[in-house]
């Protein structure tokens, strides 16, 4: 029964990585927690391995398609890199029950910020600019889309970077749900290829706090790990899917639901039980 739960569980968070190119993580610890009975700090690595390896299936034949703009990528990743480690650390001084309380809030500002972007209208950006202030862009692009990577440029995304690793290490996600809106916002990426990228991004970030959290000695279940990779390679195929079926803002405003739902969950079960 355990490894069905754990399969299906893995497949909920391969859905969401391929619907949106983020938010596994946000479900992933939840659901290890309340519905397989593992303890918090635990599923914190179990999340990080299981939403790594489930955007790396994603990443790699969109590489190969060269859907992925690397060397934003690569910027970003590193950074986060850099943030992941001391997220880990940090949280080790942080009891479980209010680690749950304070990953709940952060989903519901999530939840918040993804359902009023949905409602703005998309605006054409010239491709020589970026950001919602084209005035005082600090990232832009050339006539091609190429990204002009000024040194003010890399420190805005570098200290992007570094926040969505503390993130990562912090509460065991990949940082999806901070990746795209930064990609699109700070760097004037286009929103699919923003998906794309972020993968990419999540699959290095996840690896550097998974690797900070096997060194903090905390424990890991590699047989529970793998049953959720299952799981999250297949429902990683059918989020593409589904994806290219539906437009932005719908999807934005079904995940924002999703999230906050779980969140008041999370709050609920913290609190009451």
């Known amino acids: 029964m355990t490894m069905l739960l754990a399969i ?4 909920l968070v391969g859905f969401a990585l391929g619907l949106t190119g983020g938010g596994g993580g946000v479900f992933a610890v939840p659901l290890l927690v309340f519905g397989l009975a593992v303890a918090p700090r635990e599923a914190v690595g179990i999340s990080l391995a299981a939403v790594g390896g489930t955007a790396f299936s994603g990443a790699l034949p969109r ?68 950001g919602p202030d084209t005035d005082r862009a600090t990232c832009q692009r050339d006539e091609d ?13 570098v200290l992007v970077g570094i926040a969505t690793g503390l993130l990562s290490g912090m509460f065991g996600v990949g940082g999806g749900f ?5 990609l699109v916002l700070f760097s004037g990426m286009a929103i699919h290829r923003a998906v794309t990228t972020s993968l990419f991004v999540i699959v290095l970030i996840s690896l550097s706090g998974f690797i900070a959290h096997l060194l903090s000695g905390n424990d890991f279940d590699w047989k529970l790990t793998i049953q959720f990779l299952v799981g999250g ?41």
């Open 63 to 130: 590489m190969l398609r060269q859907e992925i703009e690397l060397r934003t990528g690569v910027l970003f990743a590193i950074s986060g890199m850099l943030g992941a480690p001391l997220g880990a650390y940090l949280s080790t001084f942080v009891p479980g029950n209010v680690l749950l309380t304070l990953f709940a809030l952060l989903m519901l500002v999530v939840a918040y910020r993804m359902w009023s972007k949905s409602k703005t209208p998309e605006v054409t950006i010239a491709p020589d600019r970026c």
């Open 145 to 157: 889309g190429q990204l002009i990577l000024t040194s003010k440029c890399a420190r805005l995304l």
């Open 233 to 273: 390679f297949a429902g990683m195929g059918l989020g593409s899917v589904v994806a290219r079926k539906l437009n932005g803002p719908t999807l934005q405003k079904i995940f924002a639901i999703a999230v906050a739902l779980v969140a008041v969950f999370i709050v609920a079960k913290s609190t009451f039980i």
């Open 8 to 11: 299906l569980f893995g497949a």
């Open 178 to 182: 901070v990746i795209v809106p930064a």
